[in-house]
Antibody
Framework: EVQLVESGGGLVQPGGSLRLSCAAS????????MSWVRQAPGKGLEWVANIKQDGSEKYYVDSVKGRFTISRDNAKNSLYLQMNSLRAEDTAVYYCARVLRGGSYEYGYWGQGTLVTVSS | QSALTQPASVSGSPGQSITISCTGT?????????VSWYQQHPGKAPKLMIYDVSNRPSGVSNRFSGSKSGNTASLTISGLQAEDEADYYC??????????FGTGTKVTVL
């Protein structure tokens, strides 16, 4: 059974940093693109970033470029999101998501999400 | 990277059919057959309902179907049921090699 478990969320002050983790199990982690998707309270889904199977390609939504870094450790079956220079508008539930098929674009599996709150 | 445009709400009676539209541009919806649809119940993670415009993942009811014409994709739910009441989001691959979600549609079963 595919499982994605996020951790690392919490309360952080504006300008601060946070590192989110996603522990994957139940599949060959190194065979799939992985992504982070966020959802601000009461708002819609927003795609944040994705990373290729071997980490050689990474893409970001414009609003986080230069502040967030997505990475993965295939030996540890883990996905990460390093978030720096956090802003109030980054407050959201952050979901780790796996594509349905190796190199496809739809998210067939999601974690339960971890809440990040940016506030003083 | 503007969000795809969806109607804020759509409603229907049990047994009826409803259609949700998702309008983008030639750089996303119109340029690729990589449109997906997600269902999200309150407090839950999204669930994939349709991928590659019109394909259903294993386990998704055949009451859900997808299509696309030009820059607009559509999700149709036939035989509406109470359990279909949820938020629905479209998503598309973009020419920037990123993804973009729609603004979301709240489906209400009357």
């Amino acid at each position: 059974e595919v499982q994605l478990v996020e951790s690392g969320g919490g309360l952080v002050q504006p300008g601060g940093s946070l590192r989110l983790s996603c522990a994957a199990s139940g599949f060959t982690f190194s065979s799939y693109w992985m992504s982070w998707v966020r959802q601000a309270p009461g708002k819609g889904l927003e795609w944040v970033a994705n990373i290729k199977q071997d980490g050689s390609e990474k893409y970001y939504v414009d609003s986080v470029k230069g502040r967030f870094t997505i990475s993965r450790d295939n030996a540890k079956n883990s996905l990460y999101l390093q978030m720096n220079s956090l802003r109030a508008e980054d407050t959201a539930v952050y979901y780790c998501a796996r594509v349905l098929r190796g190199g496809s674009y739809e998210y067939g599996y999601w974690g339960q999400g971890t809440l990040v709150t940016v506030s003083s | 990277q503007s969000a795809l445009t969806q109607p804020a709400s759509v409603s229907g009676s049990p047994g009826q059919s409803i259609t949700i539209s998702c309008t983008g541009t030639s750089s996303d919806v119109g340029g690729y057959n990589y449109v997906s649809w997600y269902q999200q119940h309150p407090g839950k993670a999204p669930k994939l309902m349709i991928y590659d415009v019109s394909n259903r993942p294993s386990g998704v009811s055949n009451r859900f179907s997808g299509s696309k014409s030009g820059n607009t994709a559509s999700l149709t739910i036939s035989g509406l049921q109470a359990e279909d009441e949820a938020d629905y989001y479209c998503s598309s691959y973009t020419s920037s090699s990123t993804q973009v979600f729609g603004t979301g549609t709240k489906v209400t079963v009357l």
